[in-house]
């Protein structure tokens, strides 16, 4: 892992642990998210996969509920690895992507709902969180 020395005073970037056993389970396997997320619940790739596919789906309730899991399963992964609150999680890292998708269905979903005030705060964390990862997934 690369480590970056910020110049600026602020909170070093957070760098999630890797699950190499769930990317092979999605990848090689070929499981289902739905089976991925049964085996590893705290790996929010295979929530934010559950979640585009509801979305897609019309399923926006059950999109913004798979989208909310994984965030919150990713929030405690970030504490667990040394976040506080603020600070970069960069979009690079891999296992850093399957919260960030996340945050950004949990605002797709709930700007969809009509739940303006959680999509603005969603799309800012995301946009705070890693600005390369706000261009990649809010196009």
């Known amino acids: 892992m690369t480590t ?3 110049l600026l005073g602020g909170p070093d970037p957070t760098y999630l642990p890797e699950n190499e056993e769930a990317y092979r389970l999605l990848g090689e396997e070929s499981l ?4 991925v997320a ?3 619940p705290t790996f929010s790739l295979a929530w934010a996969l559950l979640a585009d596919e ?3 789906a019309g399923r926006v309730i059950e999109s913004y509920a798979y989208a909310r899991t994984g965030y919150h399963r990713g929030l405690d992964a970030l504490r667990r ?4 609150g603020h600070g970069p999680i960069p979009w690079s890292h891999r296992p850093n992507r399957g919260f960030l998708r996340c945050l950004n269905a949990l605002a797709r ?3 969809s709902i009509g739940e303006k005030d959680e999509a603005e705060r969603c799309g800012q964390f995301l946009q705070d969180s890693d600005p390369e990862a706000y261009a990649e997934l809010r196009r």
């Open 54 to 56: 509801a979305f897609e």
């Open 32 to 35: 289902a998210p739905a089976e």
């Open 109 to 111: 979903a709930a700007e």
């Open 81 to 84: 690895s040394g976040w506080k």
């Open 4 to 6: 970056h020395q910020n």
């Open 38 to 40: 049964a085996k590893y």
